[in-house]
């Protein structure tokens, strides 16, 4: 641990925005999981799954956690994805 207080404080901070953000993108790839098995499985709620998908990469593109390329090209991925497997 650093020895300066605001040292000390900057590497809380980190953590718990460290935190936050792989909780973020968790939600993200498991949101684009359970897309991809509903499009594997023909799952009649596929385009459900795929929005839910979209609205959590928006919001982790929203947030700072991704990139907007990142999340353009999550997105677009699990787009040609889903096109593919109807």
Do not use: C, P, W
């Not at 809380?12 to 925005?17: R, S």
């Not at 935190?19 to 359970?34: C, D, L, P, W």
């Not at 982790?60 to 956690?65: M, Y």
């Amino acid at each position: 641990m650093a020895n300066i207080k605001s040292k000390q404080k900057a590497i809380l901070y980190n953590q718990k925005a460290n935190t936050r953000n792989r909780a973020i993108e968790s939600t993200v790839k498991t949101a684009i999981k359970k897309a991809k098995k509903a499009a594997e499985t023909k799952d009649q709620n596929t385009q459900k799954y795929v929005e839910a998908a979209h609205h959590e990469i928006d919001k982790a593109v929203s947030k700072g956690v991704l990139h907007q390329n990142n999340g353009a090209r999550k997105a677009s991925r699990l787009d040609a994805f889903v096109a593919k497997n109807k």
